[in-house]
């Protein structure tokens, strides 16, 4: 493995620390568990939005640390996979 890589998984793992000292609790359903995942997606899409096109709201740096949180999180989902509970929410018929 690279330096690079193994470098940037070591990011990875301090973030990932931190993430569970700040957050100890992790969501036991799965749709929900996927949306922390999608709300750290999210961030890294605006970063990359920003540094291209209004670069004066974020930096490369910005970014890469957003990528860096985003697969922080993916770990912590991958983590609880044989954890969560898949039973749909209940739903309600609407009327338009």
């Not at 036991?28 to 995942?37: E, F, M, Q, S």
């Not at 640390?65 to 509970?85: G, K, V």
């Amino acid at each position: 493995m690279s330096e690079k890589l193994q470098s940037i998984f070591s990011e990875i793992e301090q973030e990932l620390g931190r993430a569970v000292v700040k957050f100890p609790t992790w969501p036991t359903r799965l749709v929900d568990a996927g949306n922390v995942v999608s709300e750290e997606a999210g961030e890294l899409a605006k970063a990359c939005l920003q540094v291209t096109y209004e670069p004066h709201k974020e930096t490369l740096e910005g970014a890469r640390m957003e990528a860096i949180q985003t697969a922080a999180m993916a770990i912590r989902f991958l983590l609880s996979i044989e954890e969560y509970d898949c039973t749909p929410g209940p739903q309600h018929e609407q009327d338009i």
